[in-house]
């Protein structure tokens, strides 16, 4: 699993709270994504980063940012949750030296009531 | 819409037997990957084919590719109970900067013991 760590791994909260979720990683991997996966959807991208500072929309961009700060962390704000953002997200890495291997984080589970 | 699609979206057989999942895609690629997906866990990646290949094994893993049909298949040889799990197909489009792969919505496959 390419050393990342998701955080939390659930999360309950309420509609129109603020929401971050956090993504670290210990491979020194340049690129990392974010995705949401749902039933019958597979993973979509939000949001995805190649390099500190350096960050892009994905496919379903709407009502989420990004930040990456360090090469380690890779962080997703949700700015006003709503029910439609309940989903399990995944992070995941690719490294420059190969750069064909997504590895993924073990996912966060949230909820918006 | 999914880049990558699969057929069929669940598919039960008994320990032993093949298993046989096809993937669809629409555009240009790079490579295309299968990665699995155990129960609430992440995805993990099993092979990857390059869009020059045709044919690629991997252990009890045959991974065939069709460009000419935008078409992949993943055919699991002699399955366990443990290959039960979700499999995607994932596609790396030729003509993107991001390098972020696009997930189909995955194929269920349940190998009873």
């Known amino acids: 699993d390419a050393g990342i760590t998701q955080s939390p791994r659930h999360k309950v909260t309420e509609t129109g709270t603020p929401v971050t979720l956090r993504c670290h990683q210990t491979?020194?991997?340049?690129?990392m994504y974010w995705y949401r996966q749902d039933p019958g959807h597979g993973l979509r991208l939000i949001h995805y980063?190649?390099?500190?500072?350096?960050?892009d929309k994905g496919e379903v961009s709407d009502g989420y940012s990004v930040s990456r700060s360090k090469t380690e962390d890779f962080l997703l704000t949700l700015e006003s949750a709503t029910s439609s953002q309940t989903s399990v997200y995944f992070c995941a890495t690719r490294s420059l030296a190969d750069t064909d291997t997504q590895y993924f984080g073990p996912g966060t589970r949230l909820t918006v009531l | 819409s999914q880049q990558g699609e699969e057929d069929p979206q669940a598919l039960s057989i008994q320990e032993g037997e093949n298993a046989t999942m096809n993937c669809s895609y629409k555009?240009?690629?790079?490579?295309l990957q299968w990665y699995r997906q155990n129960s609430g866990r992440g995805l993990v990646h099993l092979i990857l084919?390059?869009?020059?290949?045709r044919e690629k094994h991997s252990g009890r893993l045959r991974v065939t590719l069709d460009t000419s049909k935008k078409s992949s298949s993943l055919l699991i040889t002699a399955s366990r109970a443990a290959d039960t799990a979700s499999y995607f197909c994932?596609?790396?489009?030729?003509?993107?900067?991001?390098?972020?792969?696009?997930f189909g919505s995955g194929t269920r496959l349940q190998v009873q013991p």
């Open positions: 084919i390059r869009s020059n290949e």
């Open positions: 491979e020194n991997h340049r690129y």
């Open positions: 994932a596609t790396d489009p030729f003509d993107t900067g991001r390098r972020a792969l696009t």
């Open positions: 555009t240009s690629i790079n490579n």
């Open positions: 980063s190649y390099g500190v500072k350096d960050t």
